[in-house]
């Protein structure tokens, strides 16, 4: 299998690239994500996933290998192809994809255009464990430091506190400490409420 493409970058089109390597030019199918990516020099290098049909052969392209295995993951699941990855790949950036499915978040996957309920529905539910094993720590605190905000945002409000400008302040105490937990984020939101 091909697994990467190096050579001198001949076009860039926001759905594909032309890769000339060596006198022979390689299309590659990107997602708007690589496009956004890729530098405006000439020498290119782009890790790469073939598919092989019975009608066709072809690459796909990716700015990163993080990139290259989620559309690997997301085509192994039934009902997804390759232009419906892509498509998520364009809408989403790997994190927020990887991250959303981890998290269950099934609103987020639907909002990408193409998928409905159940496709949604099934790729959180085919992929949620290879990505909380290979993305452990990434998600696992993700999922903790929601549950920490949201918990500090309920007792905020049955304090009487608004809903909106305690959320703000809870924002800022998360990103100034992320693995805060519940009881530090509530005294420090009373300080600034």
């Not at 199918?29 to 890729?38: A, D, M, V």
């Not at 052969?57 to 989620?70: K, M, N, P, V, Y």
């Amino acid at each position: 299998m091909i697994t990467h493409i190096q050579g001198k970058l001949v076009e860039k089109n926001p759905t594909d690239v032309v890769i000339d390597c060596n006198g022979v030019g390689y299309l590659l199918n990107i997602s708007l994500h690589t496009f956004s990516q890729i530098p405006n020099q000439e020498n290119l290098k782009l890790f790469t996933h073939l598919q092989v049909k019975e009608d066709s052969h072809t690459l796909f392209g990716f700015s990163s290998l993080a990139e290259r295995e989620i559309f690997r993951l997301l085509i192994s699941v039934s009902g997804v192809g390759a232009s419906t990855a892509r498509t998520m790949l364009s809408s989403l950036t790997p994190k927020q994809v990887r991250e959303g499915i981890a998290v269950g978040d099934v609103a987020l996957i639907q909002s990408i255009k193409g998928i409905g309920a159940k496709t949604a529905q099934r790729v959180i539910l085919d992929l949620k464990d290879k990505i909380l094993k290979v993305y452990d720590i990434d998600e696992l605190s993700t999922q903790q430091n929601n549950t920490n905000k949201d918990e500090a945002l309920s007792a905020l409000e049955v304090l009487g506190f608004n809903k909106k400008q305690s959320e703000r302040v809870v924002d800022k105490i998360m990103s100034n400490q992320p693995d805060a937990s519940v009881e530090v984020i509530i005294k420090q939101a009373l300080k600034n409420l």
